[in-house]
């Protein structure tokens, strides 16, 4: 699969590629996103082919303005126009209800929608380019390892996309926060670099979150209680535990730190983050896919801070991993 550089001639390009019913890797400033025309239904199947994703997971479709939204959602509430205000292009979807002519095979059956735009130069490009919606999950095999470099789409996708569009690595590093709007209280269904705290203050509201989201119907991306995980067994611990388990020097361990002062040997590599949050989530999948791609036995993963500044990264490692 041929990497393309993102210029104008190339943005050209996948606009008339998408419009021709393919699927388009590009940049977001979350993640890398598998693209296809909203509003084709058989281009929207081909995304859940690619991914081997159950076609009741609802994708995020992805507009250059908000003045696009009354094309996809209904019933729009003041709360939207206030969060759009505040915050977009932004790593923020949000749930609303569907307008009745947009296909059910982009919802997932579902009469809701997820709607965001993007705050990244490529992707705005595009979609400003392309004119309509663009249906885009990360594109990555269905619970796997989300990719933030093109190298990553063409590594796990291959032939099964059409083209990728290269605008360097995400600068966020983690998927965006979805708030559900279609009910009587926001509610977020997927943490992100957006908090809690910043959307209570802007809707100067209480924002929910559910008591369990393995009990709800699958709304939207990243509900799977299994999801954004290596092929390698992967295990969560704290430090004290962490030091326990790596006096077994019989299995071959990677060991991705936060903080900690650890040395590689001869069984044991050492990717070492620091308790930067923003710094630990750029690099986190990346990092994953590093260690998940030296056959090693297990991936041991040093437990983050858990103040709400790393909720999204706590998510994808609960997600991600077991915790002991």
């Not at 388009?24 to 296809?36: H, I, S």
């Not at 996809?72 to 932004?90: K, M, T």
């Not at 966020?172 to 559900?180: A, K, N, R, Y």
């Not at 369990?212 to 799977?224: I, N």
Request: glycine share 6%.
């Amino acid at each position: 699969m041929t990497i393309f550089n993102a210029t104008t001639e190339n943005i050209e390009r996948a606009t008339q590629c998408l419009k021709n019913g393919g699927l388009v890797a590009f940049p977001t400033e979350t993640v890398y996103g598998l693209g296809a025309d909203a509003s084709n239904p058989d281009a929207v199947k081909r995304i859940f082919a690619a991914k081997n994703r159950p076609e009741n997971h609802p994708l995020i479709v992805h507009l250059a303005s908000f003045e696009q939204f009354d094309l996809w959602a209904q019933d729009i509430p003041e709360s939207a126009v206030v969060l759009a205000e505040h915050f977009f292009p932004a790593p923020l979807a949000v749930i609303l209800k569907k307008r009745p002519e947009v296909s059910e095979t982009v919802t997932g059956g579902q009469k809701t929608i997820a709607l965001r735009i993007p705050n990244h130069p490529v992707a705005l490009e595009l979609l400003r380019a392309f004119g309509g919606g663009i249906a885009a999950p990360s594109a990555n095999r269905f619970c796997r390892i989300s990719p933030t470099q093109a190298q990553h789409v063409a590594d796990e996708l291959g032939e099964s996309v059409d083209m990728i569009l290269d605008g360097g690595a995400c600068q966020i590093g983690v998927e965006s926060t979805i708030l559900d709007l279609s009910g009587d209280k926001p509610t977020i269904l997927r943490f992100g670099q957006i908090t809690r705290s910043e959307l209570e203050f802007v809707l100067q509201t209480k924002v929910c979150t559910p008591d369990s989201l393995a009990k709800m119907t699958v709304k939207t991306a990243g509900m799977m209680a299994i999801h954004y995980a290596p092929t390698t067994p992967a295990v969560r611990c704290d430090s004290e535990l962490l030091a326990v388990l790596l006096q077994d020097e019989n299995q071959k361990v990677g060991v991705l730190t936060c903080g900690s002062n650890i040395s590689s040997t001869q069984n044991r590599t050492v990717i070492s983050l620091p308790t930067d949050s923003t710094i630990y989530a750029q690099n986190l999948y990346a990092k994953l896919r590093e260690l998940d791609a030296l056959n090693l036995d297990l991936i041991l993963v040093e437990q983050p801070p858990q103040s709400e500044m790393w909720a999204a990264i706590n998510d994808r490692l609960s997600k991600a991993t077991r915790y002991d």
